[in-house]
């Protein structure tokens, strides 16, 4: 007998390809597109979601750490791969072998590259803090790390290929301002020596809103998977589809107090919610949420509706049901953080 699983993930890959296509039409522009498969692919399953990506408009991809991009690099040929979260545990002979690019901040890391890599240059993008201060070389450090890269460079151990940085996108002011110390820094690197191809700022709202912060390329992350970066523009208002739906079967109906049980809860990764907070779609129609448990969800049964053990709970995703956003408000996060943790136990069916 076929045992239904009691809850899984939808994950539209002609949404996520359409998105990705609009991507590189208006986020990129003459810029090239690099999307962001970092942690699972924000919970939507790095493999097809890189390969997708790679077919219809990217050009290279960002993972987290350097384990992410080993995994991933037999299944996106020689497309770079940019790494940037680098610790002292990590193997960094392994990325040369899986000709992976670095994402370099730090004078230990290249200490670290000139004791483990060997043979031929390894390509990295040191990366400026802007004003984030998440993980860049600080001003006052930025050009005793460049001098030292152009020092391994000239040794041929290293390619600066890339510079970069990562914005606060707190407001366009802002980011202005940080764009304008990311040339500053820039400037600095090519008077030590280095001539990067390709520099880098931009991820989702920066690269919709501020066209001049696009240079040569944009990473993109959460507009593709079809959630916005902005609290007062929808997806469907930046012309972005969700690519994810979040569902679960009804596994118990309490008819003397009007609820039922449903099988997903914050073991597989829902958001805690405040009890009473939030809907869901039961077969189209609107349910209360009483409360999520580890487990599962307890909702109320709209009146005269009609709910079997089995029946099919959208918490978001489709036309019926609320949005990823709608649980990052009501959790108080962002939508990011609603697809992200979904647990990597939990089925990913994909359709196209
Ligand atoms: C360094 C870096 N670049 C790009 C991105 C993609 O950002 P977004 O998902 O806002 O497009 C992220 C995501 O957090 C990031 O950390």
Redesign the pocket.
């Known amino acids: 007998m076929d045992v239904e699983a009691t809850c899984w993930i939808d994950i539209s890959l002609s949404a996520f390809a359409s998105n990705v296509a609009k991507a590189k039409r208006t986020l990129a522009g003459d810029a090239e597109l690099m999307v962001?498969v970092?942690s699972d692919a924000y919970g939507h399953g790095e493999v097809s979601i890189a390969t997708t990506a790679l077919a219809h408009g990217a050009k290279t991809l960002?993972v987290l750490d350097i384990e992410s991009g080993v995994r991933l690099r037999p299944h996106v040929g020689d497309t770079m791969l940019l790494a940037?979260l680098l610790s002292p545990h990590d193997d960094f002979a392994k990325a040369q072998r899986a000709g992976l690019d670095l994402g370099i901040s730090a004078l230990w890391q290249l200490d670290k590259l000139a004791h483990e890599a060997t043979g031929g240059p390894v390509s990295l993008h040191l990366k400026i803090d802007t004003g984030l201060h998440r993980n860049g070389a600080l001003q006052g450090d930025w050009v005793a790390l460049c001098e030292a890269a152009a020092a391994m460079e000239k040794g041929g151990r290293v390619r600066v290929r890339g510079i970069w940085s990562?914005l606060s996108?707190t407001s366009t002011e802002e980011n202005l301002e940080s764009l304008e110390r990311f040339h500053g820094a820039v400037e600095k690197a090519r008077a030590v020596g280095l001539s990067p191809d390709i520099l880098h700022i931009a991820?989702?709202?920066a690269a919709t809103d501020i066209p001049q912060s696009r240079l040569d390329m944009v990473?993109?992350?959460?507009?593709v998977y079809g959630v916005s970066?902005f609290d007062e523009r929808t997806p469907a208002d930046m012309g972005f589809a969700p690519v994810m739906a979040a569902r679960a079967r009804v596994s118990h109906v309490d008819t003397e107090q009007n609820l039922a049980w449903v099988g997903m809860g914050y073991g597989h990764g829902l958001l805690p919610l405040p009890p009473h907070t939030g809907w869901v779609s039961l077969g189209g129609s609107p349910a209360q949420l009483h409360s999520v448990q580890m487990d599962h969800l307890v909702i109320g049964i709209p009146h005269e509706a009609r709910v079997a053990l089995g029946d099919i709970v959208t918490l978001w995703g489709d036309e019926t049901s609320p949005s990823a956003e709608d649980w990052a408000k009501w959790a108080g996060t962002i939508g990011?953080e609603v697809v992200s943790s979904m647990g990597s136990g939990v089925e990913r069916r994909f359709s196209s």
């Open positions: 962001a970092k960002a940037w990562h996108d991820a989702s709202a990473r993109v992350g959460i507009s970066p990011d």
